[in-house]
Nanobody, 124 residues
Framework: QVQLIESGGGLVQAGGSLRLSCAASGRTFRTYGIGWFRQAPGKEREFVAA????????FYADSVKGRFAVSRVNDWNTVYLQMNSLKPEDKAVYYCAAHGGGHTALAEVDYDYWGQGTQVTVAS
């Protein structure tokens, strides 16, 4: 079992930055692939970014490529999502998710565990 807790969300002006954290429990965390997803009001949840088990492979949605960066520190059981140059359209609840396959995964169905989400609001 893996429990995930996101933090770091908040209100930021357009063009600003936030860093989200995903803290995980469980001794096997370092073997899990981690993804970030987001859900805006009235929209379906969408993929944002993913990393494999050691951070050596990452993948991003086109909408955030070049602005967001995912990283992980396995010794701390934590994955980060650095978000720069934020836009009003980035406003959403952001979720981290984990799967036991260890690779980068893009689809929600690939993930076994989900956090409760953290709100990001970008003011124009």
């Amino acid at each position: 079992q893996v429990q995930l807790i996101e933090s770091g969300g908040g209100l930021v002006q357009a063009g600003g930055s936030l860093r989200l954290s995903c803290a995980a429990s469980g001794r096997t965390f370092r073997t899990y692939g981690i993804g970030w997803f987001r859900q805006a009001p009235g929209k379906e949840r969408e993929f944002v970014a993913a990393t494999n088990w050691n951070g050596g492979s990452t993948f991003y949605a086109d909408s955030v490529k070049g602005r967001f960066a995912v990283s992980r520190v396995n010794d701390w059981n934590t994955v980060y999502l650095q978000m720069n140059s934020l836009k009003p359209e980035d406003k959403a609840v952001y979720y981290c998710a984990a799967h036991g396959g260890g690779h980068t995964a893009l689809a929600e169905v690939d993930y076994d565990y989900w956090g409760q989400g953290t709100q990001v609001t970008v003011a124009s």
